[in-house]
């Protein structure tokens, strides 16, 4: 009897600690997700100029700020009139390799013989707002493009394509905003802005998807190849702006957190929060 009753007891305290635990648990998550809440994504665009001089970029800026992109601003603080000695492995690691032919020699050179910066930056954006700013931020980049710049990278994500590559995206974007079509526009503005897929904690990850008002998506990376992955982020990221994220949640057997690798004051970081697949 004495067994039993111990055995009970453990049992009891047992359940009283995993309780205790899982309760931690949530009140972490519960405190994340209000953290989150509170921030607001922005766009941060990165203009590479082949002159040592940023009238050219700048004066095109100020520009496009005027005439269509309220709300943009010049980084006075970090844009330069002189080359960055970091911007080659920068790019090679932003360039999107999901794209075929998303960038070439051509664009490789002209970042490594870029002789100026200019950094533009967008302003915080509601998540309502999400794929209308980054519509503006595509004619943005544009704009510059049309101005003389060499080489474009959006830095909220770590993303970079070739001229070519971003003349098509521009395009595209343009016709979804003529046509009304809210949710190619918002598929555009996430294969421009955002980047996947990178690798962190056995999973594989997109990163700025908040840019259009959706959380990020983290597959197992034993879920298949990076090409068959990059096709499950991008088939949830559509079912979630068709269906909506608890009818994804459910359909998927995913998870939402907020336990993300990225501080709440990094460009990175989405407060919309994680949605993550099960293994």
């Given at each position: 009897m004495k067994l039993m009753r111990r055995a009970l007891l453990?049992?009891?305290?047992?359940?009283?600690?995993?309780?205790?635990a899982s309760a931690k648990e949530s009140g972490e998550e519960a405190a994340a997700q209000a953290e989150a809440s509170s921030v607001t994504?922005?766009?941060?665009?990165?203009?590479?100029?082949?002159?040592?001089?940023?009238?050219?970029?700048?004066?095109?800026?100020?520009?496009?700020?005027?005439?269509?992109?309220?709300?943009?601003?010049?980084?006075?603080?970090?844009?330069q009139a002189e080359p960055d000695d970091r911007m080659s492995r920068s790019f090679d690691?932003?360039?999107?390799?999901?794209?075929?032919?998303?960038?070439?020699?051509?664009?490789e050179q002209a970042v490594a013989d870029h002789q100026s910066v200019l950094y533009v930056l967008g302003p915080s954006m509601a998540q309502a707002?999400?794929?209308?700013?980054?519509?503006?931020?595509?004619?943005?980049?544009?704009?510059?493009?049309?101005?003389?710049?060499?080489?474009?990278k959006g830095e909220s994500?770590?993303?970079?394509?070739?001229?070519?590559r971003w003349r098509?995206?521009?395009?595209?974007?343009?016709?979804?905003?003529?046509?009304?079509?809210?949710?190619?526009?918002?598929?555009?503005?996430?294969?421009?802005?955002?980047?996947r897929p990178l690798s962190a904690r056995g999973y594989?990850?997109?990163?700025?998807?908040?840019?259009?008002?959706?959380?990020?998506?983290y597959v197992p990376e034993t879920a298949g190849s990076e090409r068959q992955v990059v096709a499950i982020i991008d088939a949830v990221a559509e079912e979630i702006a068709k269906h909506g994220l608890d009818p994804?949640?459910?359909?998927?057997?995913?998870?939402?957190?907020?336990?993300?690798?990225y501080e709440v004051d990094e460009f990175k970081f989405n407060p919309y929060g994680i949605v993550k697949l099960a293994g």
């Open positions: 453990a049992s009891i305290w047992a359940l009283i600690g995993w309780k205790a994504p922005r766009h941060v665009l990165c203009f590479l100029g082949k002159e040592r001089d940023l009238s050219a970029l700048s004066e095109a800026a100020s520009k496009a700020i005027g005439d269509f992109a309220a709300g943009f601003s010049i980084d006075e603080d970090y844009s690691v932003c360039w999107d390799r999901v794209e075929p032919d998303a960038w070439d020699a051509a664009d707002d999400t794929v209308k700013v980054s519509m503006v931020a595509l004619r943005l980049v544009e704009r510059m493009i049309g101005a003389g710049a060499v080489a474009v994500a770590g993303i970079a394509h070739g001229l070519d098509e995206l521009i395009r595209q974007g343009a016709e979804a905003q003529k046509a009304g079509d809210t949710l190619a526009a918002q598929r555009i503005g996430r294969l421009a802005f955002a980047k594989l990850e997109s990163v700025g998807f908040h840019l259009v008002g959706l959380p990020e998506v994804t949640l459910k359909a998927r057997g995913a998870s939402l957190s907020f336990d993300s690798t």
